[in-house]
C-alpha cells in the first residue's frame, strides 16, 4: 500500500509538472524568474563548460593529429585497458635513417651522417612522448574531470531546481483556482512548502555555480603547466636539432664543400652575377646591353626575360620572379640602370641587371 501511495503521489507530481511546463510555453501560465544574480552564474557555468570542451578537444588534436589512433585511444580507456605502445612519427623517421645508415655503412660520410639524424629524431621523439603524457596529466585530465564530474553535478542541481520552480508555480495555480476555505488553506500550506523547497534547491546551485571562479583558478594553473611542458620541448627540440648541426659539420670536407655549393646555388637565384672586369663579357652580354641602350635611345618596348627573384622595394618598384616575361620600355629622365616594366596591368620600375631582352 505505501508503494502504491508514493507511485500515486510521484505520478501526481510529474503530472502536475508537465502541465505546468505545457502551459507557460503556450503563455497560459506564469513563471516564477530566477534572480539575476543566479542567471548570470547560469550564464557562466555554461560558457565555461562550451570553451572548456572546446579546448580539450582541439588539445587532443594537437597532441595526436590522427583521429583514428584518438578513437583507438578512448575506446582503451572506457574499456580500462592499456593502449598498445607505438612509435611516434618522429621515432620511426629517426629508425628508417639508422637502418639505411647501417646499411649504407658508419664508415660512409652518408651513412654516418644518417645515423647521427636518426639517433636525433629518435630523441625528439622521445621528447615529444614526454611532452604528451605531462600535458596529457596536467592539462587534459582536469578540464575532463571538470565537464564529467563538477559540470554533471551542476546539471543535475539544475535540473533538480527547474522541477522546484515547476512545483512552486503549480501551487500558486492551484492557490488561485481554490475556492472553498478547507481548500485554500491546503493550497496556501502547499504553496508554502514548495516555496521553501525552491528558495533551498536556489541556494544549493547558487553555492555549486559560485565553485566555477575556483574551477578557472585551478584552469588557469593547468595552462601554466602545459605552456611550461611545450617550452621543454621545444626548447629540448631546438638543442637538439644544434647539436646535430655541430656534428654534421664536423663531417669530411668533401661533404661540406657540397653543403655550401648547394647553398651557393640556391643563393644564386636572388643575387646578381659579378663578372671578373679582366675576363671578355660573353657576346650574348654584350648585344644585352646594346639592346639597352636602343631602349634608351629610341622610344619603344620589348619584351624581358627576367633572370632572377626581385623583391620591389618601394611602391613605384615592380616585383619580379625568375623565368616570366614582360614588357619593358624607357621614360625619359629615368636612370639608366632601371627600365619601366609592364606586367598585365602592372607597372614599375626594374633593374636591367635583372633582365634579359628578347628578340
Known amino acids: 500500500d505505501f508503494n502504491v501511495k508514493r507511485f500515486a503521489s510521484d505520478a501526481g507530481t510529474l503530472f502536475s509538472r508537465a502541465v505546468q511546463f505545457t502551459e507557460e510555453k503556450l503563455g497560459q501560465a506564469e513563471k516564477t524568474e530566477l534572480d539575476a544574480h543566479l542567471e548570470n552564474l547560469l550564464t557562466r557555468a555554461e560558457c565555461t563548460k ?6 580539450l578537444k582541439q588539445t587532443e588534436v594537437l597532441l595526436q593529429p590522427n583521429p583514428n589512433v584518438r578513437i583507438e585511444e578512448f575506446l582503451y580507456e572506457k574499456l580500462e585497458k592499456k593502449a598498445p605502445t607505438r612509435m ?23 651513412g654516418s651522417a644518417l645515423i647521427k639524424c636518426g639517433e636525433t629524431e629518435k630523441q625528439i621523439g622521445g621528447a615529444e612522448r614526454e611532452f604528451i603524457q605531462s600535458s596529457a596529466i596536467n592539462f587534459l585530465t582536469p578540464f575532463r574531470n571538470f ?18 520552480r515547476l512545483d512552486l508555480d503549480a501551487a500558486k495555480t492551484k492557490l488561485k483556482k481554490a475556492k472553498m476555505t478547507d481548500g485554500r488553506a491546503l493550497a496556501e500550506q502547499d504553496l508554502k512548502m514548495t516555496q521553501s523547497e525552491f528558495d533551498r534547491q536556489a541556494e544549493i546551485t547558487r553555492l555549486l555555480l559560485e565553485g566555477i571562479s575556483s574551477t578557472h583558478a585551478h584552469h588557469l594553473r593547468c595552462l601554466h603547466d602545459f605552456v611550461e611542458a611545450q617550452m621543454t620541448y621545444y626548447a629540448q627540440c631546438y638543442q637538439y636539432m644544434v647539436d646535430l648541426q655541430k656534428q654534421l659539420g664536423n663531417f669530411p670536407s668533401a ?35 646594346s639592346g639597352f641602350t636602343e631602349l634608351h635611345n629610341f622610344s619603344g618596348s620589348r619584351k624581358a626575360r627576367v633572370l632572377y627573384d626581385y623583391d620591389a622595394e618601394s611602391s613605384n618598384e615592380l616585383s619580379l620572379l625568375a623565368d616570366e616575361v614582360i614588357m619593358v620600355s624607357c621614360v625619359p629622365g629615368m636612370d639608366s640602370d632601371w627600365l619601366m616594366g609592364e606586367r598585365g596591368t602592372q607597372k614599375g620600375k626594374v633593374p636591367i641587371t635583372y633582365l634579359e631582352l628578347l628578340n
Do not use: C
Open 50 to 55: 562550451h570553451w572548456t570542451e572546446k579546448i
Open 88 to 110: 611516434n612519427n618522429h621515432e620511426l623517421l629517426g629508425q628508417s635513417m639508422l637502418d639505411s645508415g647501417n646499411e649504407f655503412g658508419p664508415g660512409a660520410a652518408y
Open 147 to 164: 565537464l564529467e564530474g563538477d559540470f554533471k553535478t551542476i546539471l543535475k542541481e539544475r535540473k533538480l531546481l527547474q522541477n522546484k
Open 255 to 289: 661533404f661540406s664543400s657540397n653543403n655550401n655549393q648547394s647553398a651557393a646555388s640556391s643563393g644564386a637565384s636572388v643575387s646578381v652575377p659579378i663578372l671578373p672586369l679582366s675576363d671578355p663579357l660573353p657576346s650574348n652580354v654584350g648585344s644585352a646591353s
